[in-house]
């Protein structure tokens, strides 16, 4: 049987956008929104002007290269896919898939950069963003957990195969090439949980996007490659995973071993691109759930702040261990913290939802006392059982009634127009007008009919 990366390539060679189910397509027009929307938002905040100015700085004056977005500048194909990845991570409205990867931050930009360079059209740069999405989360998936307890953060670990992948894809690579591409990558993926434990600024997608840029250069000029780099004894699995047998000693769910043949099964037909999560809110992922689901109980019951005795959420326990039980730096099953998932929970009582504009930090002084108060009587309690993203709610009223629902974690995947209207409340807070806002948004919702995707990087630029 042909190699891991093999199978992969020449599933990614071969895939044309008429291949595409129409639910494949909208999502990926939602990831590119959402991802766009992020770059808007955290352009104007401290990590992302400073990825700008930096990349600016060192790289402005290049004949050829790529579009800084927002700022305008032509700078580098690597130098734009990292400063247009980091701009993505600042402004925190990305997508999720499995609590840990954020895939739109770097497949998006990498995919923009390419198709810049390349002038590619609308639906090349859809076709790329689903083969990216679709080769990364199927080798993330069952092994999230185990690279995170390896010390290794998987967003920026799978995340440069994602980024690679899409941009080989909308440069129109071969099978050799893109099968180069994910096994350069295997070479320069990284990302270490240490930094962040320690208080100090993790490095994540915006390197592991600009390490796919390299890998994609690299791969362009015929860089040879390894059929075995992913699942062979030195390979990938081996150095992330701890081996490459599949053997698992941390999971979502319990379970002991992945199937290495599960990452390529089925390739074209069921599409794990599908289960990915828009995260709405400046919060962990885990979080958007304990918004969302309380405020829908308490709205359809007509429940008051006032009636609640306590609530009580069932959640996966490695919800409350972030990010690795092995390796934590915070727990949400403990004492209430300003910022934790009680503090969330209670919002969505107490507020029926949370401000799509709100940023990541949370000052003490300004957070609603009734929330605050609210927030003393949730209960978190971790379950091995429990689906990830899925927990289970139960709202205790002083009359004795209570009401309980069970979370699927699909409450958050919604079709295109359903994620522009979650988040059309950020309109009137960036760095261009609403109105212009609103052109992108059109230009994802049509962008099988568009001549040139690079538009939307035009979108971001003051008029």
């Known amino acids: 049987m042909a ?6 390539a020449q599933w990614a060679a071969g895939l044309r956008y008429e291949d595409l189910p129409a639910a494949v397509v909208d999502r990926a027009k939602g990831v ?7 770059v808007l938002i955290g352009s104007q905040n401290g990590p992302g002007k400073q990825a700008l100015k930096m990349i600016a700085d060192e790289e ?3 004949k050829k290269g790529a579009t800084l977005m ?16 980091e701009t993505a991570l600042a402004g925190g409205k990305y997508d999720t898939f499995r609590m840990l990867t954020h895939p739109n931050t770097a497949i998006i930009p990498a995919a923009l950069v390419a198709a810049e360079s390349v002038g590619a059209s609308g639906k090349a740069f859809l076709t790329g963003v689903v083969t990216g999405y679709e080769v990364m989360e199927r080798m993330a998936a069952e092994f999230i957990p185990q690279t995170m307890s390896q010390g290794f953060h998987p ?39 240490e930094s962040a434990r320690g208080g100090g600024q993790p490095l994540r997608e ?37 081996n490459n047998r599949g053997t698992l000693q941390y999971s979502f769910v319990g379970d002991v071993k992945a199937d290495m043949a599960s990452i390529t099964k089925n390739l074209g037909k069921d599409w794990m691109f599908l289960e990915t999560l828009y995260r709405i809110y400046y919060t962990a992922g885990y979080n958007i759930a304990h918004i969302d689901v309380p405020a829908a109980i308490c709205n359809e019951n007509n429940i008051r702040n006032e009636d609640v005795e306590r609530i009580e959420a069932v959640v996966n326990w490695m919800e409350t ?48 006392p009734d929330v605050v108060e609210m927030m003393k009587r949730v209960v978190i309690i971790p379950s091995h059982k429990m689906t990830l993203f899925g927990p289970r709610f139960t709202i205790f009223t002083k009359s004795g009634k209570t009401y309980t629902r069970q979370s699927t974690g699909r ?20 760095p261009i007008p609403a109105a212009q806002y609103e052109q992108i948004v059109a230009t994802c919702r049509s962008m099988e009919n568009e001549a040139r995707a690079d538009k939307l990087v035009k979108l971001t630029l003051k008029q």
């Open 3 to 8: 190699s891991i990366s093999r199978q992969l």
């Open 206 to 242: 915006g390197a592991a996007t600009r390490s796919a840029m390299l890998a994609v250069q690299l791969a362009q000029g015929g860089y040879p490659s390894a059929d075995t780099v992913l699942e062979g004894e030195a390979g990938f699995y081996h150095a992330y995973c701890g």
């Open 155 to 193: 967003g920026p670990v799978f995340g440069i195969f994602g980024a690679a992948v899409a941009a080989a894809k909308v440069m129109g690579f071969n099978e050799e090439q893109l099968n180069s591409t994910i096994a350069l990558c295997a070479s320069l993926a990284s990302g270490n949980l």
């Open 32 to 38: 590119t929104l959402q991802a766009m929307a992020s």
């Open 411 to 430: 409450e958050f995947i919604w079709d295109f127009d359903g994620l522009a209207k979650r988040i059309s409340g950020i309109a009137n807070s960036l």
């Open 60 to 62: 402005a004056g290049v």
């Open 321 to 368: 261990q972030y990010p690795s039980p092995r390796f934590p730096s915070r727990r949400e099953d403990g004492e209430p913290q300003i910022g934790g998932t009680a503090y969330f929970t209670a919002y969505g009582v107490v507020k029926r939802g949370y401000p799509v504009t709100a940023g990541r930090r949370i000052d003490p002084k300004e957070a609603p």
């Open 70 to 85: 927002v700022d305008g500048t032509l700078v580098t194909k690597g130098g734009a896919a990292y400063a247009n990845s």
